[in-house]
């Protein structure tokens, strides 16, 4: 009876993990979709607490989308948990203009590759051939090039901007996704999925803190956290409920028990 009783407590704690689970969906914008997780999620799909600030993307014509202030927005193209990679498309086919106009500072990504700094140049006539001209930001009046910052600056040109990028342009690399990838830090989260600890969570109901934490102390939150909701509710009147009838059981088969065992003594005695 005792094994009966353990079975019976282990399967709703594991019914009761699984509907928390459940409360915190991945999801998809599109069969091929990259999955959608902690610290990202869906508004609207998918409840506040399952991803951080910053992090909300958007599914627009069974596309996953993420929104950029200084931009706009930009296709996702894959998510790596493990690498914590986060790799994009421009839909204007012009990475270069991303580049020059994307600002991660106020975001909480950085640029995944590593920077050096580039000048970008306009200039009203074509400069030296062995300089490849920006094709998706040029047209006949202007003519746009990347350039080293000690580059010597011809009187057709004019300075756009000086900023650290991955690569410069290069009319051998598609111009709508390369070196537009950006990754991300959470302070605990380090590596959590590479060592094994799981994904990354928040450590308190409130999320203010994330961490990896171990599964004892993830499902001891993910118990608290379900509790909470609506569904927890419903959850932990089932539990009451198992556990009463399994304590009604439990007394019926003892008294059972004792009953025979008492009667089994009688006989003897007559005997």
């Known amino acids: 009876m005792d094994a009966c009783l353990f079975y019976i407590l282990f399967f709703s704690m594991f019914l009761t993990i699984k509907a928390l689970e459940s409360n915190c969906p991945t999801v998809k914008c599109s069969h091929d979709g990259p999955d959608i997780r902690f610290p990202f999620r869906v508004a609207g799909r ?13 599914c627009k014509e ?22 914590r990679k986060l790799s994009l498309l421009d839909p204007q086919n012009c990475v270069h203009e991303v580049f020059l106009n994307l600002n991660p500072s106020g975001t909480p990504f950085q640029y995944y590759y590593l920077l050096k700094n580039f000048t970008y140049l306009n200039c009203s006539t074509r400069l030296s051939p062995s300089l490849n001209e920006v ?10 090039y990347t350039v080293e910052s000690s580059f010597h600056m011809p009187f057709s040109c004019r300075q756009l901007k000086t900023i650290p990028i991955p690569f410069s342009y290069s009319p051998y690399l598609a111009d ?6 950006l990754t991300w830090s959470l302070p605990g989260c380090e590596d959590c ?7 990354c969570v928040f450590q308190s109901k409130g999320g203010l803190k994330t961490g990896c934490p171990s599964i004892a102390q993830d499902k001891g939150f993910a118990i608290v956290n379900l509790l909470s909701s609506g569904t927890g509710s ?23 028990q004792k009953l025979k065992v008492d009667e089994e003594a009688e006989n003897e005695n007559l005997l």
């Open 135 to 144: 094709s998706c930001l040029s047209d006949s009046r202007n003519h746009v």
């Open 62 to 83: 069974n596309t996953t989308m993420i929104d950029f202030p200084s931009y706009g927005p930009l296709v996702v193209k894959s998510i790596s948990y493990d690498f």
């Open 176 to 181: 709508n996704s390369f070196g537009l990838g």
């Open 193 to 199: 999925e590479s060592r094994g600890g799981g994904s």
């Open 234 to 256: 419903m959850i932990l009147i089932i539990l009451v409920f198992i556990f009463v009838m399994t304590t009604m059981i439990s007394i019926k088969v003892y008294f059972r």
């Open 46 to 58: 998918q409840p506040q607490h399952c991803g951080q600030p910053g992090f909300d993307l958007v």
